[in-house]
């Protein structure tokens, strides 16, 4: 085994997180590897000093729980104040894009043009085409009920 | 809904843990106490739909970590520091051994708060609770490689912090 995949599996060899057959090749690397063994030692000697880490004693709440377990559950108002700039922003692009989708609409029917009339822009495009297309042009009009 | 015997029971089992879990993660302990009967009046809340096949210590941790990083961001909007390391206190009959022993503690505790909060959270879950890699990373919401990837850096950073002490 190479010292660089030692070295990375070492944190995983602690804490117990390797198979039997990559640690047992990796307890015969250090078996072999001073360097490598020094690092296992190092980081031993610091997981070793978490054990100092003070063990609090937890503070007793079962009585001020049991006070609120009927409660119905509500939204804690201190974390929730986070969530309106974002129900701002959502309100103000839900009104732009109705408030657009709105104008498109009304401009869109003040432009049609009335049941029977013609077409004006049809009518521009007839004005435009040079007169020997015409007859060719005037074969794929719509045919028009009475 | 859960049962109140039942849940009496997870509290008094699991309160200690989840209480320096916290602890370490808020540095305060007012705000560690709210928060650990916030999550546990979630899990009584939550245990019709707890699935039994997360381990019931991944489930609390899961919640309690939820808890801590909302709390985290909220007090760092209020420009608070995210994560003080507790005050600890010692109780040792030997006065000098107890001043070495409160250092060392002091110093340890000092050294897992300077850890970003992943960091911090992954260290405490295998080491203090005992959690294997792969319920660490139910409890993070990550892959097992990245817990792999944060408890290498939390020891490189922590080798560096207390080298003076090993």
């Known amino acids: 085994m190479r010292c660089g995949i030692s070295r990375r599996l070492i944190s995983r060899y602690q804490d117990g997180e390797l198979g039997n057959w990559r640690r047992r090749r990796l307890e015969r690397h250090f078996e072999s590897c001073l360097v490598c063994r020094a690092e296992l ?13 003070e063990v609090v004693e937890a503070p007793e709440v079962m009585s001020r729980l049991e006070g609120r377990l009927g409660e119905p559950e509500t939204v804690a108002w201190r974390h ?22 709105g104008g498109v609409f009304v401009a869109a029917r003040r432009q049609l043009p009335a049941e029977g009339a013609p077409d004006p822009e049809y009518a521009g495009f007839l004005e435009e085409i040079p007169p020997g297309m015409a007859p060719i042009v005037s074969m794929f009009q719509p045919e028009r009920t009475p | 809904m859960g049962d109140r015997r039942a849940f009496r ?9 989840l209480y320096r879990f916290i602890l370490r993660q808020v540095g305060r302990p007012a705000v ?15 245990a019709s739909t707890f699935e ?12 309690a970590t939820n808890l801590c990083l909302n709390e985290a961001q909220s007090a760092h909007s209020r420009h608070e520091v995210a994560a003080e390391a507790p005050d600890v206190a010692t109780t040792q009959a030997d006065p000098a051994k107890a001043l070495e022993n409160k250092e060392v503690s002091v110093a340890v ?9 992943q960091q911090r959270a992954a260290v405490q879950l295998v080491r203090f609770e005992g959690l294997s890699y792969a319920e660490i ?22 080798r560096q912090q207390l080298q003076h002490l090993a």
């Not at chain 1, 700039?85 to 309100?91: F, G, K, L, R, T």
């Not at chain 2, 505790?109 to 909060?117: D, F, G, I, R, V």
């Not at chain 2, 990373?137 to 020891?155: W, Y």
């Open chain 1, 41 to 53: 030692e190092a980081d031993k000697r610091i997981w070793a000093l978490l054990d100092a880490a």
């Open chain 1, 80 to 101: 929730s104040w986070r969530l309106a700039p974002i129900a701002y922003a959502a309100a103000v692009v839900l009104f732009a894009v109705a408030g657009s989708l």
């Open chain 2, 9 to 17: 029971a997870l509290v008094e089992k699991y309160r200690g843990p």
């Open chain 2, 32 to 46: 560690a106490e709210e928060l650990l009967q916030e999550t546990l009046l979630r899990v009584y809340r939550a």
């Open chain 2, 52 to 63: 039994p096949r997360a381990a019931v210590s991944s489930w609390l941790f899961r919640i």
């Open chain 2, 109 to 117: 505790e000092a050294a897992l708060a300077a850890l970003p909060p």
């Open chain 2, 137 to 158: 990373a139910e409890v993070l919401g990550v892959s097992v490689g990245a817990v792999d990837g944060l408890l290498q850096r939390a020891r490189q950073t922590l």
